[in-house]
């Protein structure tokens, strides 16, 4: 079984609550910054959530000298190993899409990992835009 | 599947596993300094010692480091003893009179009970403790700039010649690696410094934001074959620039279909 | 002392381009100018295609390898066990007494350098002194610096 | 020429025992550093020289042979002429004329040349008869001083490689292993592994290929077996690598020889060319498919690349750091392959076993330590020199029978045995016999076979001082209890020395030792405390004598003596001309006096001294 993060920019109204709900569940402050999700305006009240496109030939991947980033077959999400990453940073230069993170309060890189298989933000979106779905192999 | 005894708790373990790696997932806590994920183990520390024996060793123990020795079938493991706290006792007041002014070093110590050390301290001691975690993260990283210079109590990590080693590109993992942030590096306006080399750093071509070191860059997009302008602009403007793109796009298809 | 780099390019070309062979390329340099000239790391590294480094710290791990410039006569006092208990240190006081300097040091004028060394295996006559491969058994203290003179 | 069958060697070999018939009488000259040191290079050259110009019956420039140490250093530089085994000793390049004119031409024998027995006065003709080779029993020094080590052919007419003929003739690979298991050798290097056992273990690993490595790197301060056998035999080092290879199916080897050891690497290196030239070594050894090369790899002076793991890092280029060996290096060693790693004495002993048998070689020694064992004898001894004796003789045989007893017939104290990882034992354990469990039991080891022996005019806690000192140099610096314990350790020796040490202090040294023995990396470290623990077991009065009473009973360590000169003296100067700090002042034929303040101890009066007019209290 395979699953598939669908992100529908169309449905998005920007309200932002994939981000508080990424935040929250990330970090217990529910600092926005935290989070792993950004809901941002392309043009005036038109919103893309820009999130991990969790890429085939990952960016981040191949940058990490440390191989600290590594797929996780069953969710689809290429996840950070907390344990092997030293914070170079390289993938975060090297995602073209900006989507792994520091946080610099913490001092770490965050990439999304969809939550393990049940992201908290596609349960949250009141708008359907962020989706999380079985596909055929 | 390969089973053994920790603490008196069978447990099954992958072979080939470390020890060390089998105590953490049972939650047992012991000392480590050079042991880290992402590089070899290489027992510098000895603080992960453990005593060990087998049904057919007649009462002989030996004691090994956890983070190198490979899990046995019918091994017995004690991670805590008296022997083994004296060793990690020991071990760490030497370390408090080669590093005085090491707060990573006292607070461990204090956690055996010492708040200074039983032996003469160097009060010139830095707060290097030789785990040399930081040349080996180099050499994964496959540029072995630094590396162990020297021999016995005179060794010490460094460049050639204690100069700004010449394949040094900046990338500050020794530093992050370091657990006793002994390996100093500053960021001032576009230049970075570490191990007395001075580096660019990338500024971000819509923001100004500055990134990582161009010899950095230069390094990832060569050896790992990355598009050079993946690097020319910083996180936050390629989000945005994603949005952008996407959003282009949703436009586009909403025209299409009206 | 200014090294022509053609000179050690040319040591380090004669040599197998392997690098497993680090030591002896090292080992043959040092043959040719009695200490491993500064220019000599870069250039085997480039040559061996391994880091700087990782040449500069086996440069310094092995005690046979000198970084700075040795003199022209090399006096060796042996400081194995048997020529310990037998007066080694004496003979270790009395050069600096003679030629004013002690082991790991090179007089100014670059005629001589002391070195200790751990056991030569002529234990059999400690305490034992060699000079420019030349070795001298069972040496008698106020003799040490006369022998070095004579070479 | 390559000897391309086993058929040829034979034949080969006939033919030299043919051509050396010819040379009746042989001059040995050793060349050993001993003799080296003593000018026996000069000897060599003035009987060539001489031989050259005159005729004598029998005797050729041929006849003059260079040899490696005959063992006797005490006496060199020595002149053998055989067959009768005329023994001259302390020869000098003015006597060879007369050794040429009365001895060879006239067949009289040199007196005054002759070894005297201090203690007897008896004079020995012959060699042999000397009790210091009397008591000997030479398997791996068989050659040594007997041969010329640059001559291939003198090593095949003393039955050279026909232990690898007997092997390629007819012996099956496991055969030899189970030869050399049953034999009993254990490894000489130091620990006394079981040979058998580690070839078995790497003939039976299924990865490829396979090393055979030899440990020449002899880094233990008071040994020089290993040297004087790659010098002056080296193609039994070969030859023994060879069979070694044969036996774990390996085709290429290396010996990695200290620095320190320039000849050797010479002799060797020629030992190799001479056996690449006929076959020996290369492919289709002798014309079989054995195919097995050598190389020579040169330490850079690390004592710490004994250790097996560091030594297969420095012949692999890289520095010699050792790494935990929870995987043994028999099956991950040098490239990470299965690798064989003896030491010198060991491979020299593999020809002898396959030749005469495994039961042959077991017979000699004690049930756990089978064959025999080389030792350098140095220090305050009267015979300092190489020799070899069955294993499980006593320890006072060696010291009294073969070396003679102490020098200036002072009083024994102690004996070092096993280097910087051994220890000493002092006079209650010269009854026991030598073997490699024994000397463990006791608190020290056997080593590489270095004994230095010292007499009552040494003081214990500098010899731990000393050891320290020289482990703490040669730590690597990988693993903290080695590098800053062994660190401290020396410290806390070294203020002992001081006489500022404290009990508390003493105390404190047991106890780190104690981490350092069970926490350290490798084996530099897990027996680095064992010279302070040794001589802190046996000679715990006189640590005392320097903590509590502040005095050295040795009279060696500066801070606790002071040179006096007595009644005795004579005004000769001697003292004067060597005081480095101007203490010593008197008049030519007058007393002289010693300036405490300035006297800085060193100790050179005393030594130059020789009518013993200086005191040390």
Same mark, same amino acid.
């Given at each position: ?137 | ?258 | ?151 | ?163 690898? /003929? ?207 064992? /080389? ?207 101007? /203490? ?34």
């Amino acid at each position: 079984m395979k699953y598939c993060f669908q992100v529908i920019p169309e449905l998005c109204t920007g309200c932002r609550t994939c981000e508080l709900a990424c935040a929250f569940k990330y970090a217990k402050d529910g600092k926005p910054g935290r989070s792993r999700i950004y809901p941002l305006a392309h043009a005036k009240d038109q919103y893309v959530p820009v999130v991990c496109f969790q890429c085939d030939d990952a960016a981040c991947v191949r940058a990490c000298m440390f191989d600290a980033l590594r797929r996780n077959d069953e969710t689809g999400a290429v996840e950070l190993d907390k344990e092997r990453c030293v914070k170079c940073e390289a993938c975060v230069a090297a995602c073209p899409f900006g989507c792994a993170l520091t946080d610099t309060d913490q001092n770490e890189i965050v990439k999304c990992d969809l939550c393990q298989g049940d992201p908290v933000c596609a349960r949250f979106c009141p708008e359907a835009a962020l989706k999380y779905v079985e596909i055929e192999d | 599947m390969v089973k053994l005894q920790i603490n008196g708790k069978t447990v099954e373990a992958r072979e080939g596993e470390m020890l060390l790696a089998v105590m953490q997932r049972m939650g047992i806590e012991v000392p480590t300094q050079c042991h880290h994920e992402a590089i070899e183990p290489t027992g510098n520390c000895r603080l992960c010692m453990v005593e060990i024996t087998k049904k057919n060793w007649d009462g002989w123990k030996k004691c090994v480091t956890s983070c190198l020795y490979p899990v046995e079938e019918g091994l017995i493991v004690e991670t805590h003893n008296d022997k083994l706290f004296e060793i990690r006792k020991t071990i760490l007041d030497l370390q408090l009179a080669r590093s005085p002014h090491s707060d990573y070093v006292a607070k461990m110590a204090s956690e055996y009970g010492l708040e200074k050390s039983s032996y003469p301290v160097e009060p010139q001691g830095d707060d290097c403790i030789m785990c040399y975690a930081c040349t080996r993260i180099c050499d994964v990283l496959g540029k072995s700039a630094i590396a162990p210079t020297m021999r016995g109590h005179e060794k010490i990590v460094a460049g050639p010649f204690g100069e700004a080693p010449p394949d040094c590109i900046g990338c500050l993992s020794c530093a992050f690696i370091c657990p006793t942030d002994h390996i100093k590096w500053n960021d001032k306006g576009n230049t970075r410094t570490i191990w007395d080399k001075k580096f660019k750093l990338i500024k971000c071509k819509k923001c100004g934001k500055k990134t990582i070191t161009r010899e950095f860059a230069d390094y990832l997009i060569e050896k790992r074959e990355l598009p050079s302008e993946y690097f020319d602009t910083c996180d936050i403007c390629k989000r945005q620039e994603t949005a952008d793109t996407m959003g282009a796009l949703v436009v586009k298809a909403r025209e299409a279909t009206i | 002392m200014i090294i022509d780099s053609n000179k050690i390019q040319k040591v380090i070309d004669d040599s197998p381009q392997d690098k497993k062979q680090l030591i002896m390329i090292l080992q043959n340099i040092q043959l040719e100018f009695h200490y491993l000239p500064k220019e000599s790391i870069g250039l085997v590294s480039e040559y061996l295609g391994m880091p700087q480094s990782t040449v500069y710290s086996a440069a310094t791990f092995y005690k046979s390898f000198s970084l700075v410039p040795r003199g022209e006569n090399i006096i060796k006092v042996c400081k194995g066990t048997a020529c310990h208990i037998k007066g080694a240190d004496l003979i270790i006081d009395q050069l600096y007494a003679g030629i004013g300097i002690k082991p790991g040091q090179t007089t100014k004028d670059m005629k001589y350098t002391i070195e200790v060394v751990n056991c030569v295996g002529a234990c059999a006559m400690a305490p034992v002194m060699i000079v420019n491969d030349k070795y001298f058994g069972e040496v008698k203290c106020n003799r040490a610096t006369k022998l070095v003179k004579k070479g | 020429m390559k000897i391309d069958s086993i058929a040829k060697l034979d034949k080969w070999r006939k033919e030299i025992q043919t051509k050396q018939k010819a040379i009746k009488t042989k001059i040995l000259i050793c060349l050993g550093p001993g003799c080296l040191a003593g000018g026996s290079d000069k000897i060599l050259k003035e009987f060539q020289t001489i031989l050259k110009k005159k005729k004598i019956k029998d005797v050729l420039v041929e006849s003059v042979k260079k040899t490696g140490c005959h063992g006797f250093c005490a006496r060199g530089p020595m002149v053998i002429i055989e067959p009768l085994g005329i023994f001259y000793s302390k020869v000098k390049k003015v006597h060879v004329k007369d050794i040429i004119e009365k001895t060879l031409q006239k067949g009289e024998i040199i007196e005054k040349l002759l070894y005297k027995d201090p203690d007897t006065d008896k004079i020995y003709k012959e060699w042999r008869k000397i009790p210091f080779y009397a008591r000997q029993q030479k398997i791996a020094l068989r050659n040594v001083g007997q041969i010329d080590p640059d001559e291939i052919t003198d090593y095949i007419v003393n039955g050279g490689y026909s232990a690898l /003929a007997k092997i390629l003739k007819g012996m099956k690979p496991d055969e030899v292993i189970d030869q050399v298991s049953k034999s009993g050798l254990r490894g000489r290097g130091g620990a006394g592994f079981s040979t058998g056992r580690k070839w078995v273990t790497c003939a039976k690993a299924e990865e490829n290929p396979h090393y055979v490595l030899c440990n020449g790197d002899e880094g233990d301060p008071g040994a020089f077996m290993d040297r004087c056998i790659m010098e002056g035999d080296p193609h039994t080092v070969l030859e023994g690598m060879i069979i070694c290879a044969y036996a774990v199916g390996s085709q290429e080897g290396y010996i990695y020889v200290r620095e320190e050891y320039p000849l050797a690497v010479v002799n060797l290196q020629k030992a190799i060319d001479d056996a690449r030239k006929f076959g020996l070594l290369g492919d289709n050894i002798l014309g079989t498919d054995l195919c097995f090369d050598l190389k020579i790899s040169k330490g850079g002076g690390a004592f710490v690349c004994g250790e097996s793991s560091a030594l297969m890092r420095s012949v692999a280029g890289e520095i010699g750091e050792p790494r935990a060996k929870y995987v043994r290096s028999v099956l991950k060693g040098l490239h990470d392959k299965p690798t064989v790693l003896n030491n010198v004495e060991t491979f020299a002993n593999i020809p002898v076993i396959i030749e005469k048998g495994a039961d042959w070689f077991a017979a000699i020694g004690t049930k756990k330590s089978t064959g025999t064992k /080389a030792f350098s004898l140095a220090g305050k001894i009267k015979n300092t020199g190489l020799i070899e004796v069955p294993m499980g003789i006593k320890l006072k045989e060696i010291i009294y029978d073969i070396g003679g007893g102490i020098n200036d017939n002072r009083k024994f104290k102690a004996v070092q045995t096993g280097g910087p990882s051994g220890g000493c034992l002092p006079a209650d354990k010269l009854d026991l016999e030598v073997d490699f469990d024994t000397l463990a039991d006791n608190g020290s080891m056997m080593g590489s076979g270095g004994m230095v022996v010292m007499d009552d005019r040494t003081c214990m806690v500098d010899v731990s001082r000393y050891f320290l000192n020289f482990l703490v140099e040669e730590s690597c610096g990988k693993c903290v209890p080695c590098r800053e314990g062994l660190f401290q350790l020396h410290k806390l020796n070294e203020k002992i020395c001081e006489g500022k040490g404290t009990e508390d202090e003493l105390k404190l040294m047991e106890n780190l030792s104690k981490t350092i023995i069970s926490g350290s990396l490798c084996g530099l470290g897990q027996s680095g405390p064992n010279p302070f623990l040794s001589t802190i077991m046996y000679f715990r009065d006189e640590y005392e004598a320097h903590v509590k009473k502040q005095e050295c009973p040795g009279g060696v360590c500066k801070k606790l003596i002071t040179y006096k000169i007595n009644d005795d003296c004579n005004g000769c100067m001697a003292c004067l001309s060597v005081c480095a700090a101007s /203490a010593i002042t008197g008049k030519k034929k007058e007393q002289h006096t010693i300036d405490e303040v300035k006297c800085d101890r060193c100790g050179a009066c005393y030594a130059v001294c020789n009518i013993n007019a200086i005191d040390i209290i």
